[in-house]
């Protein structure tokens, strides 16, 4: 069964820092992703990983994905306040099902 | 393209009344799930379907039952609600293979 774990929950940084979100899975996973939440809103995509060694990069986000070490990182590049939401991580894809698991969620909150 | 769309956004039941959660996608999506989210907390899976006429369960099934008549719709029952229902509920839909889409949400609220 596919665990996901991310780290740290809570994320306080201030603007200009760079920083980074860890995603862990348990088991094999075909694909990772990652997903953006606003307060009250609905997630939004960003990310799909399909491979080992795959980074992608949008604007000051980059994430990439290490199959052997089951880990997928988002790093955040010279942080400013409109990043200021919850990240998810969410692994699925095993054996050609579309069943997604999500880790808990990074609140990142970005002060001036 | 709307998208997906849920309905309605924002709902308050008595414990033991029942409703229907909709949802909608006009992606021509083969893939629709159902998810639950509560407060702190990531995404469970309730149920999925992967087309008409097929549906499976998810993670946390308890209390839901779904359908999937038409591509376009795949509606979630609740039964017999109970405050453990109180969440965030979001649909969302992929065309096999890919990234999910979700939709706006539906907050329900049972008393």
């Known amino acids: 069964e596919l665990k996901v774990e991310q780290n740290p929950l809570f994320l306080s940084m201030q603007e200009g820092k760079n920083y980074t979100i860890y995603c862990n899975y348990s088991?094999?996973?075909?694909?990772l992703y990652w997903y953006r939440q606003d307060p009250g809103k609905s997630l939004e995509s960003l990310f799909v990983l399909l491979s080992n060694g795959a980074v992608k990069q949008e604007g000051r986000l980059m994430a990439s994905l290490d199959t052997k070490a089951r880990l997928s990182t988002l790093h955040i590049t010279a942080a400013v306040h409109d990043l200021s939401a919850t990240y998810f991580c969410?692994?699925?894809?095993?054996?050609?099902?579309?069943?997604?698991?999500f880790g808990k969620g990074t609140k990142l909150t970005v002060n001036p | 393209n709307a998208g997906v769309t849920q309905t309605p956004k924002f709902r308050i039941l008595k414990i033991g009344q029942s409703m229907t959660l909709q949802c909608a996608q006009d992606?021509?999506?083969?893939?629709m799930y159902w998810y639950r989210q509560d407060p702190g907390m990531g995404l469970k899976l309730i149920y999925y379907s992967v087309g008409a006429g097929i549906t499976d369960k998810g993670e946390v099934p308890n209390g839901y039952n779904v359908s999937r008549s038409t591509t376009e719709d795949f509606p979630l029952r609740l039964e017999l609600a109970a405050p453990s229902q109180t969440s965030v509920y979001f649909c969302?839909?992929?065309?096999?293979?890919?990234?999910?889409?979700f939709g706006p949400g539906t907050r329900l609220t049972v008393l």
């Open positions: 088991t094999t996973s075909d694909r």
């Open positions: 969410a692994g699925g894809g095993q054996g050609g099902s579309e069943k997604l698991v």
């Open positions: 992606m021509n999506h083969n893939y």
């Open positions: 969302a839909s992929s065309y096999s293979g890919t990234e999910q889409f």
